[in-house]
C-alpha cells in the first residue's frame, strides 16, 4: 500500500530523511545523502511546499514519476517545484554508497526578490524526472561547490544579509542548470532533431484532418503527449534546435493551413475560422494578422 507525505516544512524534510540535525533556517535546507543511514522502507509518494534540486551519484532505478519507472542515471540531477509528486519504490536495503545532496527552498525565501520573478524563466522546473540533466565531473564539481556556499552560509548566524546572499547563491545554482541543460539539448542534439521530425509530422496529420473544427486546435500538452516529453521540456528542445518554440510551431502550421484555404475555396473566414478549430472568428483574425501582416480577407483579395 502507497504511502502519500507531504513535506510542508524544513523539519518534515529532515524527518523524512531520517536525520535529527539541528534545522538551520525556516525555509531552506541541504541534505547531505551521505549521511542518510536509514531510509523510509515504504513504497512513498512524496510531495512537498518547496522547491527541490535532488543530485544522487549512485545508481537507482526505483523512482516514478506520473506512474512512469524512471532510469535515475549516477551523476544526474532533477529540479521539482512546488506540489509536484515523486513515487519511491524503496527496497528494504538502501544502496550501498548512497551519495549526493538535495537543495529545499520555500517560495516565501524569495517572494520578495528579484529572483522570484525569474523562476518562470527556468523552465526545468516543469520538466518530467525522465527528462533528468545528466552532469559531465567538471559540471558536477561546480553545482556541489555551489552548494557548499549555501551550506556554509546556512551554518552561520542568520543576521541582515542572510537572506540576500541564500537568495543570490541560490540564483547562481540555478543559473548554471540552465547553462548545463542548454549543454544537453546540444550534447544530444540527433536526439533532437528526431523529435523536430516528429512534431512536425504530428502537426502535418493533425491539419490535415476533417475534423479540427470538432476535436479544436493542436495544444503544446497534446505535442508533448505524442513525443512522451513534458511539455516545458520538448518546447525548450524545439526552440533550441529550430529558434521556434512548441506554439509557434503549431501557429505556423495553422496559418499555412488557413492560407490554404482561403485561396483554394470560397469559405467565409468565419467558416474557416471554425473548421480551425477557433471558438470565436476574431481570434483568428487577430492571430493571422500577427503572424502574417494582413488581415484573411487582405490576403485573400491580394492573392
Known amino acids: 500500500m502507497s504511502v502519500f507525505i507531504d ?9 523524512f530523511f531520517n536525520l535529527n540535525g539541528n534545522v538551520q533556517h525556516p525555509l531552506v535546507a541541504v541534505i547531505n545523502f551521505s549521511e542518510v543511514t536509514h531510509f523510509i522502507s515504504e513504497n512513498t509518494r512524496v510531495s512537498g511546499n518547496y522547491y527541490c ?15 512512469k519507472v524512471v532510469d535515475f542515471h549516477d551523476g544526474s540531477l532533477i529540479c521539482l517545484a512546488p506540489n509536484q509528486v515523486l513515487e519511491l519504490d524503496v527496497e528494504e ?17 524569495i517572494r ?7 523562476m518562470k524563466d527556468y523552465s526545468f522546473f516543469s520538466y518530467e524526472v525522465s527528462e533528468a540533466l545528466h552532469l559531465s ?12 556556499k549555501i551550506r556554509d552560509e546556512l551554518e552561520e548566524n542568520i543576521d541582515v544579509h542572510s537572506q540576500s546572499i541564500l537568495v543570490s547563491s541560490i540564483e547562481l545554482l540555478l543559473n548554471y542548470c540552465s547553462r548545463f541543460y542548454g549543454r544537453q539539448f546540444i550534447t544530444r542534439t540527433s536526439n533532437n532533431r528526431s523529435v523536430v521530425a516528429q512534431v512536425e509530422h504530428i502537426l502535418r496529420l493533425y491539419f490535415k484532418g476533417d475534423d479540427i473544427g470538432d476535436k479544436g486546435l493542436p495544444t503544446v ?3 508533448s503527449e505524442q513525443v512522451h516529453l513534458s511539455p516545458g521540456y520538448v518546447s525548450d528542445l524545439l526552440k533550441k534546435e529550430t529558434g521556434k518554440n512548441a506554439q509557434d510551431h503549431i501557429h505556423f502550421h495553422l496559418i499555412e493551413e488557413a492560407k490554404h484555404t482561403l485561396l483554394s475555396t ?3 473566414v468565419g467558416e474557416i475560422a471554425y473548421s480551425l478549430g477557433f471558438e470565436y472568428p476574431q481570434y483568428f483574425n487577430k492571430l493571422f494578422k500577427l503572424k502574417t501582416g494582413k488581415t484573411p480577407v487582405e490576403f485573400r483579395s491580394m492573392n
Request: hydrophobic share 30%; charged share 30%.
Open 137 to 148: 565531473e567538471k559540471e558536477k564539481g561546480i553545482l556541489t561547490d555551489c552548494i557548499l
Open 221 to 223: 500538452k497534446y505535442l
Open 112 to 118: 520578495a526578490t528579484s529572483l522570484h520573478d525569474k
Open 93 to 109: 536495503e538502501e544502496p550501498e554508497g548512497m551519495r549526493g545532496w538535495g537543495l529545499f527552498f520555500h517560495p516565501d525565501l
Open 53 to 67: 534540486l535532488l543530485f544522487k551519484n549512485y545508481n537507482c532505478n526505483n523512482v516514478k514519476y506520473g506512474r
Open 7 to 15: 513535506l510542508k516544512t524544513i523539519p518534515d524534510v529532515f524527518r
Open 266 to 268: 470560397d469559405k467565409s
